[in-house]
């Protein structure tokens, strides 16, 4: 009886060089890497100009995410301190809670896409699709399907089985079968 065919494991270390400064090293290991290319001198000064601004990103994005933080605990004291149910929250003064530290949670998400970029010189395409995963289920948390067409929500539930087959197929790594030594 015939084995199914076994695919090679990725894991392998390779031999390859380190990159290069000028090099993007693209992190994962299905992906095939070009050769070194010599870089002029306005190509490198380009690259240190988008390295501040995406250091500049950076920095902006710490400040929303504290602004962020600060914008949840204003809403929550707003909420709990209204006259008529004081230090109750309803249904709906929980959702919109809820949305507000979703948002801080996806800023957060996005300063870490953007610190793994400084640092490695990559987008780390599978942590954005889990940002846009958690984008999009903030929106569902937030939506009031009273209001809605049901082509709307159709359009968001085809965008989360893309963003979910996605990053399955991102994320998946065949077992290897080991056959038996004869």
């Given amino acids: 009886m015939d084995k199914p065919p076994v695919r090679p494991s990725s894991s392998a270390p390779s031999a390859s060089r380190p990159p290069s400064r000028g090099m993007r090293d693209l992190g994962d290991s299905h992906e095939e890497k070009l050769p070194p290319v010599e870089e002029d001198a306005l190509t490198k000064i380009l690259h240190a100009i988008i390295h501040f601004a995406v250091r500049v990103l950076a920095v902006l994005m710490v400040l929303v995410i504290l602004w962020g933080v600060a914008d949840v605990a204003y809403v929550m004291y707003q909420r709990l301190t209204i006259p008529e149910h004081f230090m109750l929250l309803t249904v709906s003064d929980i959702l919109v809670i809820f949305g507000s530290f979703m948002a801080v949670l996806i800023a957060i998400e996005i300063f870490i896409n953007i610190t793994l970029y400084i640092k490695r010189d990559v987008l780390p395409i599978k942590m954005v699709i889990a940002t846009a995963l958690m984008a999009i289920s903030r929106k569902v948390i937030m939506l009031d399907f009273k209001d809605l067409e049901p082509r709307y929500i159709f359009a ?10 996605t990053y399955w197929l991102i994320s998946y790594k065949p077992q290897v079968v080991k056959q038996d030594e004869r």
């Fill in 156 to 165: 968001i539930a085809a965008v989360i089985v893309a963003l979910g087959v």
